[in-house]
Structure formats: C-alpha cells, structure tokens
C-alpha cells in the first residue's frame, strides 16, 4: 500500500477526521496529545493563521519522537506555494475547502492524499478528475444528508467526507453515515482550541457514537 492508501485506510478505520487551529505551539501539542491519548491516529492541522507553519513544524517534530502511528495532515489549503510549503515539511495529507487543479497536480505527485472541498455536482466530477480518493463535502451543514443522499448513485464507489458543523450528536452522525459518507470531519464541535478540559473523554464519546452510527 503507498502512502495515499495508508492515510486513506486510517481516515476510513477511525470514521472522524478533527481538525483545529491555534497560534500556540505548546496549547497545539496538548491538544494534540490528548486526542491521541483518546486513540486519533488521523489529525488535520487547518492553515488558518500566519502561525500554522511553525505550530505545525513543531507538531510533527513532536509527533515523531511521541506519537507513533499518529498521521498529521494540513487543512485550508487554497494554492500552490501553501501545499508545496506544507508537503515539503513532511505533511502526512493534505486538505482543501477548494479545488484548485495545481494543488492537486503538486499533492498528486508528492503521492500524498489530497482531499478538495466540493458542495456541487459538478465541482465533484472536476475532484474525480484529479483522482481524488476521498472529497471533503463542504460546507456540509449547508448541505446536509439530503445531498449526499441526492448525488450519491452520480458518483457511485466515490467516498466523501461531510466537515463543517458535524455535531457529536447520534442521530446526526447517523443521518450522516446512512445518506453514504464514510467519514466525518469535526472541527468546533469537538475541539475547542482555547479549552482543552475534557477533550479526551469527548473524543473518546465521538469515536464510539461513529461506531454506534455506522451500525446498520
Ligand atoms: O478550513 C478548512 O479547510 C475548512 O474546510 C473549514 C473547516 O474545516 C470547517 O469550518 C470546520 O467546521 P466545524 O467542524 O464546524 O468547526
């Protein structure tokens, strides 16, 4: 298995992707540790500050003397220069609210996973285009079930991933999962960047309300 299937096997065994910012080096690797205390093994890091390279520089430094088997990956990734910058570090996967074709060429050739953020037919087919394996429905509280139940014989065999507002809520991790994802992205629901209290026993919750809600 290369690289690309590794990540994509690891996002699809875990069915939550969390994803959080924050300019603090030190908060940033606490929080870190905690959802890998809580058994993550697939993080998103989201490029949403002029921090983000340097926090993440250092997530990854720490992530390879502690956290083993932990595959970090880098969000709100718009062009060019900011995957190239990212995968160069040593980005585990890359993410994007987008499709920008020369990021998926550059993610591509890296051999790394790139998922592109779609919310339209159309903009789904353009992501199949550029081989994308797994595409981010965003903003998926836009959205909603009803879409992906709606476009998913289109693009049969396709996998998605609904991010933006999924809650920690059964009955709507199941709505999710039963119009056809396999699996979710949390970012605020789950993490917030400024109180870490209790993020373990809460991720711990989420990963077993996703088992719970990928029952049929
Ligand atoms: O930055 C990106 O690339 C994005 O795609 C946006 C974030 O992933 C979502 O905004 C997370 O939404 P919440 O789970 O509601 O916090």
Known sequence: MNKREIVLKAILQQGILPLFYHDDVAESVGLVKKLYKAGIRVFEFTNRGDKAAIVFKELLSVRDREMPGLYLGIGTIKNREEAALFADMGADFIVSPIINP????????????????????????????????????????????????????????QLFIPTGGVDIELSNLRSWFNSGVCAVGMGSKLIDPKNADGLEEKTVLALDLVKQARQK
């Open 102 to 157: 020369s990021v998926a060429e550059l993610v591509n050739e890296a051999g790394l996973l790139w998922i592109p953020g779609c919310m339209t037919p159309t903009e789904i087919y353009h992501a199949q285009e550029y081989e994308a394996a797994l595409i981010k429905l965003f903003p998926a509280n836009i959205l909603g079930p009803g879409f992906m139940s709606a476009i998913r014989d289109l693009f049969k065999g």
